[in-house]
Nanobody, 117 residues
Framework: QVQLVESGGGLVQAGGSLRLSCAASGSIGSFNTMGWYRQTPGKQRELVATITSAGYINYRDSVKDRFTISRDNAKNTVVLQMNSLKPEDTAVYYC???????????WGQGTQVTVSS
């Protein structure tokens, strides 16, 4: 079992920045993927960015060149630095942990990001 604790959401004006952090605890495996997904009311959860334990990164096209994902394997933490935020980035952001060996997804409780015009 893995528990994920998120922090860093909030309200920011367009063009501003936020940093989301997620700390994983529990049964942490050596090989996993951590990342961030987001969801708005009435829509499906969508990938924002992921990073594997080996450092391979995948971004959603609309956030590429604006967001940066990184991780600290020793701390089991993933960070999403969000710059040049746009109103369309407004969503609840969920931390995700994918266990390679159990094929199990774990989710954080979600943190609200609101970008005003």
């Amino acid at each position: 079992q893995v528990q994920l604790v998120e922090s860093g959401g909030g309200l920011v004006q367009a063009g501003g920045s936020l940093r989301l952090s997620c700390a994983a605890s529990g049964s942490i495996g050596s090989f996993n993927t951590m990342g961030w997904y987001r969801q708005t009311p009435g829509k499906q959860r969508e990938l924002v960015a992921t990073i594997t334990s080996a450092g391979y990164i995948n971004y959603r096209d609309s956030v590429k060149d604006r967001f940066t994902i990184s991780r600290d394997n020793a701390k089991n933490t993933v960070v999403l630095q969000m710059n040049s935020l746009k109103p369309e980035d407004t969503a609840v952001y969920y931390c995700n942990y994918w266990d390679r060996y159990t094929y199990t997804n774990y989710w954080g409780q979600g943190t609200q990001v609101t970008v005003s015009s």
